[in-house]
């Protein structure tokens, strides 16, 4: 699948085989995976993010859990996560919580490690350490509609409806070969197909669950309470063509409603664990705009305005062990990037983007200093494409000028308020055999320190400076095709480092932290990915082979008795086994997870270990084609599909405390016009 | 080399004969010095020593030193099937064979034999701190839900001031225990924000009155001792203004009470009080109060002045107090630490014993260091977040 994908976009040089530096990428993602391919899609994100290499999942269980995701041991402030280019973050606590998106949104999902380098992204994808990719895909509709109908449920009380309906507006015209239409999309690297000029996509779902599933804790077997989650996603999006180029803009809004079931300790019979309660609310309008000008020049506007809305409480009423919370907080944020690629040559390319954001958060949390923060990002790139190797050099800029309002003042203070950070990466690529192929890259990236670590009442230190990442990176692939037969194998090994690391740290009690730049951590690591396929007649089988290597350690104080210790939760080996089969409609996938033994402290001993695990899922599916309509141009279909989660009913958890689900069933139907 | 480092501090862990899930490795035990066991073993069976564990990782232990061997045991009482203890352990004592320990986060008061850590009793108790006891009960302080949300309005000269805007349950109270029937009695009595250190003397309760969760930049911390009368048990009979943010409250016997102050992390440094129960009244004796340890007639203390430094280390010393004198600075032992917490002097004839806890990081395993004729001696690993003594 993947070295079909990646022939998809090198495929395009015909057009402009002078200004093939248009359309190349320097690196290739190191996991691409296509949704839409799948014959079953899995009900969370986390289902597909944790059997990528080098990604650690953080899940704290249930399908309304926090989820967070770590790439490489960066930490998860240093992985950007781009919804169709454009970064969602949070500048609260950097923390995306993975759990507020589901798999049938996206049509393709992305990793980058390190560089992302292709004409016309913003900014910021350059800055990211790492760089996680959802797009949705443009729905490529010639005219009239399409669309999709999913409902699925299963147990725990688990209810999900799903709908998305695309309407094309105007006919599309035959496109002219070689032109700007019938390149690939620079951005999300999908073909254009003959595309409406204007198309219309509204989506919409539903997700509940009781998230009351047992657990076992010591001899006792308990049910997890106060994990329920009520939420709603309605989105309306645009996309239209003008002449040379495309547009689009979409409206987004999230909304629900969850309890979070704490962390399971020794309590007494009559005090449940938690009874903490939060509701969000987040809305976001955001488009892109892309022209190319003339044959060389080409840039990208995109804007995006996001306002997000949380209501916190602890309600101890219901739990006379909770300490009284009932907080508000709201943040908005404003973006625009600009970004401009210019082919000077046949083989080489500048392109200079540059972003502005605006952040501020409210809340009404006692003596609240409301941070608001307005930074600059400005990325230079040079590449250079010939018929067997690619370059690529970065610069990137990032200033920061926070501002915050001092207790006795309404205005903005300006004290330690400015940061700035220049962060150069390099990147090479080789092709010496068509088998082969190898790139290297080396970069430092830096994260900001976020609202809460500079600004939280009780703990924050605006003294903090940037993290700062410097990683370097080697991959080495190898594909096959012969035949039916595909085969590739992917090497990667690696080096981070991450310096000035924000960790908290408690000062005299444990209800009252600091927050400091101490940390240093050292990772080396190796990613391997092998997978191989089987396309002739009616049969499609592949299967996928992963196995990561992650020895990160602290570094932080050799007179610490935990220096050069394996840092907490990231575990040495982790592997995955991804095969399924489908013929003539029936599909089965089978999935197992392998996590290596982990530790709970950086104290590396018997005491804090966490045992290894490995989990098994199975997804079978049937999908019956269904008569054409009466116009006749798209075939309907109806497919059944039913998953066995963790089939083997392992208990396992993946942070302390959270235990995760055991064996359960999920259904589904889904309706395709 | 760093498994057998490991493997060499751990202690020996079936010393109570207690029921223990182990550990994977089973650790080779290790030994206090011979002097130190000789000076002690007639007078003391041992010390126990209660680690509080990183808050909602169900990670507090309960340790124990026997003096006549010279094991240090780790993690020597779980509950039935071998069950964590629970979720911050922030208070031990010892009453007749009895050994109660306070589960802040579990909300759990937990009662073991003294000879076997066999399992009596758990009592259920909304966020509890300290403990103490007198003939017939067992009282313990509870922060009962505390927090107070407040925000800030400009009064008419256009200060702005803190209002408090909703409150649960917002004072702490006093839980009482009978002793032989272990239940906890339906009669509290109503305290200040967050009481924490608890003690026992004549017929009269007092209690530290922290304060500690209301937000800055008032910071709002208590600085009251209440004082209950035991026979009526049924509101505070007076405050006793103490340093700011009580913490700790100790029975020093002939009608003497020790507090000791935290501070406020900011211009006012920790400080140890003195009250009277005769006359209630409360005064300063001594600066620097990261731990205290009353022995006899003296008060033992460490302190560092730069103790509100969280980036860089703390310069510890040694103190002592004695009812005659001012506090008095001692060369000897020389203490040195990351974040000490507790601490615990033993005397043997003129010799001193001085038991600190450090507690690291405080998310890694702690150490309890031993100090004996004014050198540091021995070293033991403990669990997470060391601090709490009573020494048998």
């Known amino acids: 699948m993947e070295a079909v994908q990646a022939q998809q976009v090198q495929d395009t040089l015909a057009p402009a085989a002078v200004f093939s530096v248009k359309s190349r990428e320097t690196a ?71 759990s507020r998106f589901s798999p049938e949104q996206w049509e393709r999902i992305r990793l980058y490690n390190g560089n992302k380098s292709l004409r016309l992204q913003t900014a910021k994808e350059y800055a990211a350490g790492s760089a996680l990719y959802l797009d949705s895909g443009i729905p490529d ?24 309906w695309d309407k094309a507006f105007g006919r599309a015209r035959r496109s002219v070969a070689g032109g700007p239409d019938d390149a690939a999309d620079p951005i999300s690297g999908f073909r254009r197909m003959r595309r409406a000029p204007l198309v219309l996509r509204l989506s919409a779902d539903y997700t509940q669950t009781n998230g009351r599933y047992p657990f076992s804790y010591f001899d006792t077997t308990l049910v997890r309470e106060n994990g329920d989650l009520k939420s709603l996603r309605i989105e309306a999006a645009l996309y239209g063509r003008v002449r040379g180029g495309e547009w689009n803009i979409r409206l987004y809004s999230y909304g629900s409603e969850r309890g979070f079931p704490g ?17 969000d609310r987040d809305i976001f309008v955001q488009g892109t705009w892309t022209q190319e000008w003339s044959a060389r020049y080409g840039s990208a506007l995109r804007f995006k305005y996001a306002n997000n809305y949380t209501h916190y409480a602890t309600h101890p009423e219901k739990n006379p062990m909770a300490l009284y919370y009932d907080l508000h907080y709201r943040q908005q944020s404003a973006y625009l990037s600009w970004a401009n690629s210019w082919a000077l040559l046949d083989f080489w390319a500048l392109d200079f983007s540059t972003d502005a954001q605006y952040n501020k958060l409210d809340a009404d949390v006692a003596a609240f200093v409301h941070p608001q923060r307005v930074s600059a990002i400005a990325a230079l790139a040079t590449r250079f494409h010939w018929e067997k190797a690619n370059l690529a050099a970065h610069l990137v800029y990032q200033g920061a000028w926070d501002g915050y309002d001092a207790k006795n003042a309404g205005a903005w203070t300006r004290e330690n308020t400015f940061r700035q950070a220049w962060m150069p990466s390099l990147s090479a690529f080789y092709r010496p055999l068509e088998w082969l192929e190898m790139d290297a890259f080396a970069k430092l990236s830096y994260r900001l320190p976020t609202f809460n670590d500079l600004y939280y009442a009780l703990i924050g230190n605006t003294n903090l400076r940037p993290e700062s990442a410097m990683q370097l990176g080697l991959n080495l692939y190898f594909q096959l095709r012969t035949g039916p037969w595909t085969a590739s194998l992917r090497l990667s090994p690696y080096f981070n480092r991450v310096r000035d690391k924000i960790v908290a740290i408690p000062t005299s009690s444990q209800f009252r932290w600091s927050m400091l730049n101490i940390g240093i951590v050292e990772v080396l690591g190796g990613d391997v990915k092998a997978a191989g396929g089987y396309w002739a007649g009616d049969w499609r089988c592949d299967l996928t082979l992963r196995y990561s290597y992650q020895r990160a350690l602290d570094r932080t104080n050799p007179d610490n008795q935990t220096y050069g210790n394996q840092i907490p939760y990231i575990p040495l080996h982790s592997a995955s086994v991804d095969a399924s089969v489908v013929r003539k409609g029936w599909s089965l996938v089978w999935n197992t997870l392998f996590t290596g033994t982990r530790w709970s402290r950086t104290a590396n001993i018997p005491e804090y270990e966490i045992k290894p695990w490995t989990i098994t899922d199975l997804r079978l599916g049937k999908e019956f084609m269904l008569p ?27 942070v302390q405390g959270y235990p995760m689900p055991g064996f359960n069933m999920m259904f589904s139907v889904t309706f395709k016009w | 080399m760093k498994k057998i480092f490991f493997l060499l501090l751990a202690g020996a862990m079936f010393l109570c004969a207690c029921q223990k899930e182990g550990p994977s490795v089973p650790p080779a035990p290790s030994r206090l010095p011979a002097e130190i066991c000789q000076a002690f073993a007639e007078n003391h069976q041992g010390v126990f020593q209660l680690n509080e564990g990183q808050m909602g990782t169900n990670s507090a232990t309960l340790d124990f030193l026997r003096f006549a061997s010279g094991h240090y045991s780790r993690d020597v009482f779980r509950p039935d099937g071998g069950a964590s203890l629970g979720d911050v352990g922030n208070d031990v004592a010892i009453i007749g064979d009895e050994v109660w320990m306070v589960i802040n986060n579990s909300g759990i008061v937990q009662v073991i034999s003294k000879t076997d850590c066999s399992e009596i009793a758990a009592i259920q108790v909304p966020m509890p701190r300290n403990i ?38 917002p004072k702490g109270v006093v839980y009482r225990i009978n002793l032989e029937t272990k239940q906890l009695d339906a009669q509290t009595v109503e305290v200040g924000y967050q009481p924490e250190g608890i003690a026992y003397d004549g017929g009269k309760l007092y209690v530290a009155n922290s304060g500690g969760l209301q937000l800055p930049p008032d910071s709002n911390y208590g600085k009251t001792v209440s004082v209950i009368e035991t026979d009526t048990f049924d509101s505070v009979e007076t405050e006793v203004e103490v340093g700011v943010n009580p913490k700790n409250v100790i029975a020093g016997g002939s009608n003497r009470i020790f507090v000791t102050s935290l501070g406020d992390y900011g211009a ?34 460490i302190g560092a002045e730069n103790e509100f430094d969280w980036e860089g280390p703390k310069n510890y010393f040694a103190w002592k107090w004695t009812m005659t004198g001012r506090q008095q600075r001692l060369s000897s032992p020389a203490i040195s630490g990351t974040a000490l917490s507790g601490l615990c002097v033993l005397q043997s004839g003129d010799d001193l014993l001085w038991m600190v806890t450090d507690q690291g990081d405080y998310v890694n395993p702690g150490s309890l260091d031993f100090y004996w004729k004014g050198e540091k001696a021995w070293s033991e690993t403990t669990g997470i977040c060391p601090g709490h003594f009573a020494a048998l």
């Open chain 1, 28 to 98: 290739r993602a190191a996991e691409d995976v296509s949704l839409s391919d799948l014959p079953s899609a899995p009900l969370q994100m986390t289902e597909v993010l944790q059997r990528f290499t080098g990604v650690q999942v953080k899940d704290y269980g249930g399908v309304g859990g926090l989820k967070t995701v770590n790439v490489r041991s960066l930490g998860s402030e240093h992985t950007g996560i781009f919804l169709d280019g454009i970064q969602v973050d949070n500048a609260q606590n950097m923390q995306v919580d993975l």
């Open chain 1, 141 to 164: 509709l010639p005219d009239g509609s399409q669309g999709t109908a999913r409902l699925s449920g299963g147990w725990f009380g688990t209810i999900h409806p799903y709908i998305r």
């Open chain 1, 263 to 279: 962390p399971v300790i020794r309590r007494a019979m009559g005090f449940p664990f938690s009874a903490e309660r939060q509701a």
């Open chain 1, 628 to 654: 054409r309509w009466k116009d006749g141009t798209t075939q309907p279909s109806l497919s059944l599909g039913v998953s066995f989660n963790n089939i083997f009913n392992r208990s396992y958890q993946i």
């Open chain 2, 132 to 169: 103490a006891f007198d003939d017939t009960y067992a009282y313990v302080t509870s922060w009962n839900g505390a927090y107070v949300t407040s925000t800030y309005i400009q009064d008419t000269e256009g200060n702005w001031v803190p209002q408090i805007t909703d409150y649960k349950n």
């Open chain 2, 268 to 301: 006012n440094h920790s400080s140890l009080y003195y009250i009277s129960t005769l006359t209630n009244r409360a005064s300063k004796q001594a600066d620097y109060v990261t731990a205290v340890s009353v022995c006899g007639n003296t008060v033992y203390g």
